[in-house]
Antibody
Framework: QVQLVQSGSALERPGASVKISCKAS????????LAWVRQVPGQGLEWMGW????????MYGRDFTGRFVLSLDTSVTTAYLQILSLKAEDSAVYYC????????WGQGTLVTVSS | DVVMTQSPLSLPVTLGQPASISCKSS???????????LNWFHQRPGQSPRRLIY???NRDSGVPDRFTGSGSGTDFTLHISRVEAEDVGFFYC????????FGGGTKLEIK
């Protein structure tokens, strides 16, 4: 069965960076884009962008350009979200999801940015 | 960007009663391939979202048939024929015809 397993929670200082992983299994990794979604505590879902798992080409949502980097390692069927120069407002749960219609989701990774 | 507007924000429902959630898009969701990529998700407290409905009215595997999606163009609805306790949480619509965007969510609670 399709599984997306994300890395664990992270506590980071403002200005630092964090890299979240999303390990996919149970399907052909390169057949579906891998999307990322942010959920600030108590708020809704925001599409951050996705990465084409065939070409490695990322596409970012309008509010997620500059400090957000999507990448892949197809040899281990894993996608990554890196956030640079962390700010307090980056504190959120980050989800990976399969495909352009989000049919499967990871368990989420809580990132807390605090001094 | 396509704005998705859900209503109501909060939906108190008695167990066993029906419920409906509306979702309106700021642009037509008819894709160039003729499909309408409008999906519905359910998020229980403390859990990841789970897709219930894709392309307006198609139920995902394992989704009870008391969940029904309908609509066209810019107006869509999720119907629950008989609310059960496990339905508590947030429901989100999402369009993927254009760059993806989610509705703001509807919180379903039991009266």
């Amino acid at each position: 069965q399709v599984q997306l397993v994300q890395s664990g929670s992270a506590l980071e200082r403002p200005g630092a960076s964090v890299k979240i992983s999303c390990k996919a299994s149970g399907y052909t990794f390169t057949n579906h884009v891998l999307a990322w979604v942010r959920q600030v505590p108590g708020q809704g879902l925001e599409w951050m962008g996705w990465i084409n798992t065939n070409t490695g080409n990322p596409m970012y949502g309008r509010d997620f350009t500059g400090r957000f980097v999507l990448s892949l390692d197809t040899s281990v069927t894993t996608a990554y979200l890196q956030i640079l120069s962390l700010k307090a407002e980056d504190s959120a749960v980050y989800y990976c999801s399969r495909g352009s219609n989000f049919d499967s989701w990871g368990q989420g990774t809580l990132v807390t940015v605090s001094s | 960007d396509v704005v998705m507007t859900q209503s109501p924000l909060s939906l108190p429902v008695t167990l066993g009663q029906p419920a409906s959630i509306s979702c309106k898009s700021s642009q037509s969701l008819v894709s160039s391939d003729g499909n309408v990529y409008l999906n519905w998700f359910h998020q229980r407290p403390g859990q990841s979202p789970r897709r219930l409905i894709y392309k307006v009215s198609n139920r995902d595997s394992g989704v009870p048939d008391r969940f029904t999606g309908s609509g066209s163009g810019t107006d869509f609805t999720l119907h629950i024929s008989r609310v059960e306790a496990e339905d508590v949480g947030f429901f989100y619509c999402m369009q993927a015809t254009h760059w993806p965007s989610f509705g703001g969510g509807t919180k379903l609670e039991i009266k």
